[in-house]
């Protein structure tokens, strides 16, 4: 499948402030993407998901920007908090019910 | 909320032995998904299935099979394990409603082959 890749392979973030969480993607022809935590001993949580159709999502502390021009998603996670502490997937649908996920960000909530 | 159970949540085999993961979901969900997941690779796509005695290989296929008797059920066989399939074991679902839907994934099997 096509390759989704994330930024940085690790972020710290101070408890309170904003986390921001980037993904590149390559397949132009992707039209649907989604964003998974994953906690240590546990599998990937859906957090939050957009269509291509759309450039903003928000849901509860969190939003997803997708930029089409450039391939890029973000994930937004307002007032970071220590149970944010986890690993975030994107993942992208480019045509059948079958996802191609990037290798994680692991984010560390420092307190 | 969506239910994803796999049946163990660790499992230590031996080389050769033929291994069975059982996955079930109780959300009625028409596709079912089996994933690895080994560090620096993210999760990698085994095999799925869109319905009942329906099977569709994913990118690494080789050394596995499935069985998809009835909806709920998916279950991942290792014919005759090998080292090189020691990993975590991640199967989803997800609804055939639409295709704009996510995957709902269970905790996982870590699996062992000595």
């Known amino acids: 499948g096509e390759s989704v890749g994330l930024h940085l392979p690790t972020l710290s973030v101070q408890e309170g402030d904003n986390s921001i969480i980037n993904c590149a993607y390559s397949?132009?022809?992707?039209?649907?993407f989604i964003w998974y935590k994953q906690e240590s001993g546990k599998g990937p949580q859906f957090i939050i998901d957009?269509?291509?159709?759309?450039d903003k999502r928000q849901g509860q502390r969190v939003t997803v920007l997708l930029n089409k021009t450039v391939k890029h998603l973000s994930l937004q996670i307002a007032a970071t908090q220590p149970g944010d502490s986890a690993v975030y997937f994107c993942?992208?649908?480019?045509?059948?019910?079958?996802?191609?996920f990037g290798a994680g960000t692991t984010v560390t909530v420092r307190a | 909320d969506v239910k994803v159970t796999q049946s163990s949540r660790y499992l230590v085999k031996r080389t050769g032995e033929k291994v069975f993961l059982e996955c079930v979901q109780d959300m009625d969900h028409e596709n079912m998904f089996w994933y690895r997941q080994d560090p620096g690779l993210g999760l990698r796509l085994i095999y799925f299935s869109y319905d009942v005695k329906m099977k569709e290989k994913g990118d690494i296929p080789e050394g596995y099979s499935v069985s998809r008797e009835k909806k709920e059920r998916f279950s991942l066989i290792l014919e005759s394990a090998s080292t090189n399939q020691t990993s975590m074991y991640l199967c989803?679902?997800?609804?055939?409603?639409?295709?704009?839907?996510?995957?709902?994934f269970g905790d996982g099997t870590r699996l062992s082959i000595l």
């Open positions: 989803a679902s997800s609804t055939g409603q639409g295709i704009y839907q996510p995957q709902h």
């Open positions: 957009i269509r291509s159709n759309m």
């Open positions: 993942a992208e649908k480019g045509g059948d019910y079958k996802l191609s």
């Open positions: 397949n132009s022809a992707s039209d649907y």
